[in-house]
């Protein structure tokens, strides 16, 4: 494929330019999936955000105003999409979904380092998506975005101590469940003491 | 471990570890994808450009074809008339005769060669005026403007060539001329030769016989139909087609045409990268599953039943330009029951039910019975689709036609 630089690209995705959009989705849809494992599901409902996230930045390219980064206009627009996924009343019909006061407050043992590295990717997305809906949300908005709290509360429509709390919450369930999968199973104990 | 060490070490697995599972959704993406788009002046500009092409090519055909046997027509005389022997001419222009010549005048009548200062008649008696005698007496080949000065001074017909011969009637002759050398001038009292201005029709109703040349007016009969069939030439739209054609004139230049025609539009390709698939028309809405669809090889024929009604004008007697709007319905698909061209990297295109269209073309009479065309056609039906569907498949196409005039009416 030929390489084409960032000004063609647009210029290309603007005209509609199937050559130019191609290019665009195969140099940013593995970044972009894994933002929209972050928020979806599974995978099938995380490719259906990413489709629906390029739909967008294809729609809209035309209002992007070349000041700021590209990539980063376009993360934004796929972070919404996922947020907009998560706040649809479909959504949350489909998932029944309780809020904060609903939500069980985690007390395990936090995990150290190497258990958070020697964990697998695909477990380790799969325990973020298995994350509560809210929490998911303001710990990705704050972990990987980089938002404060504040911005999160007005993103989100909730308190900046609400915020906090699913952030901390969130960090709590995944430590410990990162710790329960890397618990050594009976089996491999009885195997490592023959 | 610190918050803030394991918030980093999650973003450095996310940064550096790969997806177990690859996905390639762009074919997915790019059916959802509105068409590229066009700017609706451009479309115009083709449109225009390429009847400006089909216009050309017929002008340039019919200047081929005129060079190849047929002289040009003198302007002033219509018809092919001057490229008949005197015989000839007098049997057939029986009618166009209009009045006598008397007294000088009646001497004034003269040609070059053979010009006789009588008053010249035809075979059935009739006096012949000056314009017809002298077109009557003219060469094959030679071209003449006939030039009416003045009723009340002097009726002259002057003939482009460089000798003169004055009526005897009048005046002396200047010089004997040469066979086949003509300028003559007449020069005669207006109530003693009249000059007669010779309807075309007229002359469409008496044919030339034997003359292998086509009635010069045949465009001025007020109804024709004929019978054709053509080819079709277009990225996706090639094919054949059958066509009955009525035409009627409104005037000496105007006609309105209706034709319906039965078409076969072949989707058999040659290149494989196309193929038909079952697709919904409706574009699938943001995030909502796309249809599913299976694909077939490119395979599928479409015939369709066109009714164009037309306007055209007849820029002269072999060329007619027309104009109009083309409705064409699907009424039978072999082949692939296929509704949509799915193409690699484009948006599917339904193939029309119901195609709207517009038409231009170029007619060119080589006989009165024979004319062939060249017609440019051009899908409206995305100018009037609703955005949330998928772009029509445009049919458009450049068709060239032949076709025979079996019933030529009055």
């Not at chain 2, 002097?154 to 004055?166: A, D, F, G, M, R």
């Not at chain 2, 007619?363 to 019975?369: A, M």
């Amino acid at each position: 494929m030929p390489e084409f630089s960032e000004l063609e690209i647009i210029d290309g995705c603007c005209a509609g330019n199937r050559t130019y959009q191609e290019f665009l989705y195969r140099q940013y849809h593995t970044e972009f999936l894994k933002v929209c494992m972050r928020y979806a599901q599974d995978f099938q409902d995380a490719e259906q955000l990413l489709q629906d996230g390029f739909l967008k930045i294809f729609h809209n390219i035309q209002k992007f105003e070349r000041k700021g980064s590209f990539e980063g206009w376009m993360r934004k627009i796929m972070v919404n999409t996922c947020l907009d996924h998560l706040k649809s009343k479909s959504f949350k019909d489909k998932r029944q979904l309780a809020f904060i006061s609903d939500l069980p407050e985690f007390t395990g043992h936090p995990c150290d380092a190497t258990a958070l590295q020697k964990i697998a990717f695909d477990n380790l997305v799969a325990i973020i998506q298995s994350l509560p809906p809210t929490s998911k949300a303001v710990f990705n908005l704050f972990v990987f975005e980089g938002f404060s709290h504040k911005e999160i509360a007005k993103e989100l429509n909730i308190s900046e101590g609400t915020s906090q709390w699913h952030v901390n919450n969130a960090r709590k369930n995944l430590q410990q469940k990162i710790m329960e999968q890397n618990k050594p199973t009976e089996e491999s104990v009885r195997n490592y003491g023959q | 471990m610190d918050n803030k060490v394991f918030d980093q070490i999650l973003r450095e697995r996310f940064k550096n570890d790969t997806l177990p599972e690859q996905i390639d959704g762009w074919q997915k993406l790019s059916a959802m994808l509105p068409a590229t788009r066009k700017r609706r002046s451009l479309v115009y500009w083709k449109i225009a450009a390429s009847l400006l092409l089909v216009s050309g090519l017929s002008i340039g055909f019919n200047f081929l074809f005129r060079q190849s046997g047929q002289k040009p027509l003198p302007s002033g005389i219509t018809g092919n008339q001057s490229t008949q022997i005197p015989t000839k001419i007098s049997r057939s222009s029986a009618g166009i005769v209009q009045s006598q010549a008397t007294g000088g005048a009646n001497k004034a009548l003269t040609t070059s060669s053979d010009g006789p200062s009588t008053p010249k008649k035809d075979l059935t008696g009739n006096t012949m005026t000056s314009s017809a005698w002298s077109r009557a007496h003219t060469p094959v080949g030679n071209h003449y403007d006939i030039t009416v000065v003045s009723k009340s001074q002097t009726n002259k017909i002057i003939l482009p060539k460089h000798q003169t011969s004055v009526l005897p009637g009048n005046s002396e002759a200047k010089q004997d001329l040469p066979a086949n050398t003509h300028k003559a001038e007449i020069a005669a009292n207006d109530h003693n030769i009249p000059v007669t201005a010779i309807d075309p029709p007229d002359i469409a109703k008496n044919p030339i016989p034997g003359s292998g040349a086509m009635p010069a007016n045949h465009r001025y009969r007020a109804t024709a139909i004929a019978f054709g069939g053509g080819m079709n030439y277009g990225v996706l739209n090639t094919g054949y087609n059958l066509n009955l054609t009525a035409r009627h004139s409104l005037g000496r230049h105007i006609f309105i045409e209706g034709a319906i025609a039965f078409l076969y539009n072949g989707q058999a390709e040659k290149s494989s990268t196309y193929a038909v698939q079952n697709f919904l028309p409706t574009r699938p809405a943001p995030g909502q599953v796309s249809a599913s669809h299976t694909t077939n090889p490119a395979a599928s024929n479409f015939y369709y039943l066109s009714v164009n009604p037309s306007m055209g004008y007849q820029i002269n007697k072999t060329i007619a330009l027309s104009a109009g709007p083309d409705l064409q319905q699907r009424i039978a698909s072999l082949g692939q029951d296929g509704t949509a061209i799915y193409t690699p990297g484009r948006d599917p295109r339904i193939i029309p039910q119901l195609d709207l269209g517009f038409t231009g073309k170029a007619d060119f009479l080589i006989s009165p019975k024979i004319e062939t065309g060249i017609l440019f056609r051009n899908g409206l039906n995305n100018l009037l689709k609703k955005p949330d569907l998928h772009p029509y498949l445009n049919r458009r196409y450049i068709q060239v036609q032949l076709k025979y005039n079996f019933l030529l009416g009055k």
